[in-house]
């Protein structure tokens, strides 16, 4: 069962197989959880809010690190 990890968020994906759930979960982020700004970002990198609210402009594999 694979269950969102923002805080205060309680959705669940309901699918029929792990890969179902994770494409789940990937539309259920873009949804809810992503805004679009309109920022100048380097190729590579991506844009993640910090806990106190702030943005931080890191390379992709770190914000899959930073979020762990």
């Not at 968020?9 to 759930?21: D, K, T």
């Not at 259920?28 to 991506?46: K, W």
Request: proline share 3%.
């Amino acid at each position: 069962m694979i269950r969102c990890s923002q805080a205060d968020c309680g959705w669940v994906a309901i699918a029929p197989s792990e890969r179902a759930a994770l494409n789940q979960y990937e539309a259920h982020l873009l949804e809810t959880h992503v805004e679009t700004v309109e920022a100048e970002i380097p190729d590579g990198y991506v844009q993640v809010r910090t806990e106190d609210g702030e943005w931080k402009t890191m390379r992709a594999e770190d914000a899959r690190e930073f979020h762990d």
